[in-house]
């Protein structure tokens, strides 16, 4: 049997930002001193011209990069989630939000599986703050394919536009030849009636390998992946929701203000279904390797089985 591709998402950020340069000359990236990290150095080493370091001053770049917008480039703005979201909060509020700018965010590292940086640098609340402003597309790609179509996505979108992506390497699943990738639609990878699964990020492999074991054991899951968390694709959701009964939501993210949040609000008002949320349980993480992490906080194939077992046999 081949051996699974891996790819982390934030290498996908700067191997796509690069194939877009060539493209498009009013493309410019600005990055906060982290371009080895988020991968635009790769964009950088092509096109130097066009990448600005803004160092470590978040909240100056968000601003800078929104004065380029209003010239009619298209900026990406680079640093990790934790800076890019809760660091530059009230500059990409009011210097790109309010005025609604062309600005593209992209934050790498977001997530547990930063690992051993540290509660400190583990952004787990970065949905939650872009979600919350008027006008913004939250983005959280699953994959190397995924990803790269968002950014173009992303491009070609005329508005503000946040991006998450990881540093921990995961498996390649969709197959660039036949991908169509649209911004506020999802896609159902497995097929199912006895529960939802819904899922962003790097929690979608983790679905798709729970839907597998579920099916074995006789229990017929959807396995919904959700790159766009705004807008949401409700007529998606609502359709599993009523053709399923439960649904599950996964997401490499506090289980407040996310994918499961947003998920609820739009059943409890269109639809009202029992929902679970697989998430950060309200706590912040801590210093450890990314796997090891993500099984005790409970962001594995395994313990999305175990939650969707108990919720079918209520």
């Not at 990738?181 to 492999?205: M, P, R, Y």
């Not at 929701?241 to 289980?255: D, N």
């Amino acid at each position: 049997m081949a051996e699974v591709k891996k790819i982390a998402t934030r290498d996908s950020y700067g191997n796509a930002l690069k194939e877009l340069g060539e493209l498009h000359e009013d493309l410019i990236v600005f990055d906060a001193d982290l371009a080895g990290a988020t991968k635009t150095g790769t964009f950088k080493k092509a096109f130097p011209e066009r990448h600005f370091n803004c160092g470590i001053a978040e909240g100056n770049m968000v601003a800078v990069a929104a004065g380029a917008a209003a010239m009619g480039l298209v900026p990406f703005a680079s640093s990790f989630a934790m800076f890019a979201a809760g660091r530059a909060f009230e500059q990409v509020r009011n210097s790109i939000g309010y005025p609604h700018l062309n600005v593209k965010i992209g934050a790498t590292h977001g997530g547990i599986s930063v690992g051993e940086d540290g509660a400190s640098h583990q952004c787990c609340e970065d949905f939650a703050l872009m979600r919350s402003i008027p006008g913004m597309v939250v983005m959280s790609p699953a994959d190397d394919v995924e990803a790269k179509a968002a950014v173009r996505a992303a491009y070609e979108y005329k508005g503000p536009v946040y991006l998450r992506f990881g540093r921990l390497a995961v498996p390649v699943f969709h197959d660039e030849a036949d991908f169509k990738f649209e911004i506020g639609k999802g896609e159902v990878l497995q097929e199912g009636s006895d529960v939802a699964i819904i899922a962003n990020g790097l929690l979608v492999n983790e679905a798709i390998e729970a839907g597998k074991t579920l099916k074995a054991a006789g229990i017929s899951a959807r396995v919904i992946n959700l790159c766009t968390i705004k807008p949401l694709d409700e007529e998606l959701i609502l359709k599993a929701a009523q053709e399923c009964g439960k649904v599950i939501t996964c997401e490499e993210h506090s289980i407040i203000g996310g994918l499961g949040e947003a998920v609820c609000a739009l059943l409890s008002e269109k639809c009202p279904t029992p929902v679970r949320r697989i998430g950060i349980n309200d706590e912040f993480g801590h210093s450890g390797p990314a796997a090891a992490l993500l099984k005790q906080f409970g962001l594995t194939a395994e313990h999305i089985t175990e939650v969707a077992k108990d919720f079918c046999g209520e």
